[in-house]
């Protein structure tokens, strides 16, 4: 089975040349097969949202090569990469970047307006996310009216409004409490099983022992790779 997502040594650098020259992720050589949940799993500093950003097509890297289906993304045009985060790639930002002052349902529908589908159509489709999402009952509730974790469950509808075959997810657990952790964690599991490719990047304990593939970041660089299915099986 070919892979989802390759990274070739790849690499993003800022202020190059310079005194403050950072490093922030170092010849990063990875890969994510379809339908797997992938942690990147590592200290603040570490180089995992800047990682994240780049498999996101979000930024682009200082070197090496990105594939998508096999496609070299590094290659396509700031249009192209906006097309593919559209259609195939749905991100779950770390502060959610919610639009304030309007609907939950308005920031779900919000990336399908470029797309011309009509208001209705983007009520329906927003609803029935919501709905899913436990969510029925805030349909018309601007983010300001809502708790840390009902934003963030309107920042995954939102990002599964086109149903991405990719979930991307910043720090997911960031700015929620325990109870939100807990049903975060049973979506992720209910998108797996509905065969999502999951990216989470986190410094959080609770995905120890979440997913099927952890790359453990420390100073731009992946340090190990660990499959925490395997070591649970390896303990029983």
């Known amino acids: ?8 040594e790849v690499s993003k650098w800022y202020n ?13 050589s990875l890969e994510i097969m379809e339908s797997q949940t992938a942690v990147l799993y590592g200290p603040s500093g570490s180089g995992k949202t800047t990682l994240l950003g780049l498999i996101g097509t979000i930024d682009r890297p200082t070197g090496g090569r990105i ?3 096999g496609k070299d993304v590094t290659l396509f045009s700031d249009l192209e990469l906006s097309r593919i985060r559209r259609e195939t790639i749905g991100i779950v930002f770390q502060s959610f970047n919610l639009f304030s002052g309007i609907s939950a349902w308005e920031n779900v ?3 399908l307006i470029p797309m ?10 927003a609803s029935v996310l919501l709905e899913r999402l436990g969510l029925d009952d805030r349909v018309y509730h601007s983010p300001e009216e809502l708790s840390g974790g009902q934003q ?16 991307i997810a910043d720090e997911p657990t960031s700015n929620i409490d325990a109870d939100a952790v807990k049903m975060l964690l049973e979506i992720l599991s209910e998108l797996k099983k509905e065969g999502k490719t999951i990216i989470i990047s986190s410094h959080d304990p609770v995905f120890r022992s979440h997913g099927d593939v952890h790359f453990n970041l420390d100073r731009g660089r992946i340090e190990g790779i660990s499959y925490p299915d395997e070591k649970r099986r390896n303990e029983k």
């Open 116 to 125: 011309g589908v009509g208001a209705k159509q983007r009520f329906e489709r």
């Open 152 to 167: 963030q469950r309107v920042a995954i509808a939102r990002a599964l409004i086109n149903n991405p075959q990719t979930l």
């Open 67 to 69: 594939l998508l289906h």
């Open 1 to 8: 089975m070919a892979p989802i997502l390759k990274t070739e």
């Open 109 to 111: 529908s919000y990336p």
């Open 16 to 28: 190059i040349g310079k005194s403050d020259e950072v490093r922030a992720v170092e010849k990063i």
